[in-house]
């Protein structure tokens, strides 16, 4: 309770008059701040709330982004991963990245720019993945090639991957096969997506992935990937 002001009256009005100059203060300080963003509301908003404001200010942010007027970006994205990508396209398609998680194409240039030695950028990698349009199978095979070791990533690639039909994934299981030989381990997302399609539609997928691991199964290969994965389908089916 506040004090007498000597005309018997409580300090208490007097009090909260100065916290709201105080607040109104911070207010006109942070509109003067460029960094500053956060509107005085937003202290007072309830969880939900801020979440809608989120979601709200997200899409403002992709609204404003027209891909179009930046053609560098859009040429850079629209090369083949075989493309060195030099120190400017890098940065500005980090700087972008929030930006590109609807352009599927964008995802495989965007993990070429990740510093896998640090622990931070693999971690924005990951919620970038979570957050990123679905590629089109054809596309996300980019992700199984030998610049993208992660298992995370390849994983993801997989999954886009189930969207085929048998019998568009029987004429990919040739090339699949050459990127199970240079697999790091046996138990991959990769082999576990070829086994069990192969196990579901035998005549369809599980022909393909024979025949196409029956011709490698004799060639030298780091982890005998091909034999191993062979003797497991024909151990099974």
């Known amino acids: 309770f506040g004090a007498d002001d000597g005309h018997g009256r409580k300090g208490g009005h007097g009090a909260q008059a100065k916290g709201w100059r105080f607040l109104r203060e911070m207010h006109s300080r942070a509109k003067n701040t460029p960094t500053s963003r956060i509107p005085l509301n937003h202290f007072f908003m309830t969880a939900e709330q801020k979440e809608l404001d989120r979601i709200e200010q997200k899409q403002e942010r992709l609204e404003w982004f027209n891909f179009e007027a930046l053609p560098m970006l859009r040429t850079v994205i629209n090369r083949d991963l075989l493309h060195q990508l030099t120190e400017d396209e890098r940065h500005q398609i980090w700087v972008h990245r929030y930006k590109l998680t609807h352009i599927p194409k964008a995802l495989p240039k965007l993990m070429l720019t990740i510093n896998w030695g640090f622990r931070e950028q693999v971690q924005e990698a990951y919620h970038l993945l979570k957050q990123w349009a679905p ?50 381990s046996h138990d991959t997302a990769l082999n576990r997506f070829l086994l069990r399609r192969a196990l579901m539609s035998p005549p369809v997928c599980g022909h393909a992935l024979f025949w196409a691991l029956h011709v490698e199964r004799e060639v030298e290969d780091r982890h005998h990937n091909c034999r191993v994965l062979l003797e497991i389908y024909v151990r099974n089916s």
């Open 135 to 184: 590629l089109e199978p054809h596309d996300a095979l980019q992700l199984l090639s030998l610049r993208f070791p992660d298992p995370k990533v390849r994983a993801h690639g997989v999954r886009w991957l189930s969207l085929l039909d048998d019998e568009e994934l029987a004429q990919m299981t040739l090339q699949l096969v050459q990127v199970v030989k240079f697999e790091q």
